[in-house]
């Protein structure tokens, strides 16, 4: 994202690709931290750094934390408040059920992953692969509590099979 403030911009990651870390510093209200990892370029000619960072005006990074804030909250409006019924429709998927899409705003999240679920996890539901070859830290958060939800799914079927034999 480019924020552009008269003759100063910043840019940035989506706020969809806040990592688990950077979110941790958000929650903690590690502001300095936060913008250090989350700010890819600006136009200031000096190297992004957690010293530097306090050069931004407060009221830049206001609106960029603030962004950070709306996107969590959509997501906790959006997905994490539907985690049941998310968690369902991973447990129907390994089952092999087709899952029809209906209108939540949920499908906006699940759109990109659904696919490609299967293939982070062993045949025990463990996670052995993640969506990016950086550590778990570095993982988007929000790709990586679906991706929980969806091993929560798949535990469940698991457990399923278990029981019949």
């Given at each position: 994202m480019l924020y552009e403030f008269d003759?100063?911009?910043?840019?940035?990651k989506d706020p969809k690709e806040l990592s688990i870390k950077e979110k941790r510093f958000f929650e903690t209200q590690r502001y300095t931290k936060?913008?250090?990892?989350y700010i890819l370029d600006w136009s200031i000619n000096q190297k992004i750094t957690e010293k530097t960072i306090k050069k931004i005006k407060y009221r830049y990074m206001s609106f960029i934390i603030r962004d950070i804030g709306r996107e969590i909250e959509r997501f906790d409006?959006?997905?994490l408040k539907e985690e049941k019924i998310i968690t369902k429709i991973f447990y129907l998927r390994f089952k092999g059920a087709k899952v029809i899409k209906h209108g939540e705003n949920f499908w906006e999240y699940l759109d990109d992953l659904i696919f490609e679920i299967p293939y982070y996890f062993d045949h025990r539901g463990n996670i052995i692969h993640l969506p990016k070859?950086?550590?778990?830290?570095?993982?988007?958060?929000?790709?990586?509590?679906?991706?929980?939800?969806?091993q929560n799914g798949l535990k469940e079927v698991l457990k399923e099979q278990n029981n019949a034999t």
């Open positions: 003759n100063d911009w910043i840019e940035t936060l913008l250090q990892s409006k959006n997905v070859t950086a550590g778990i830290e570095d993982q988007e958060w929000e790709k990586m509590k679906i991706i929980t939800m969806a």
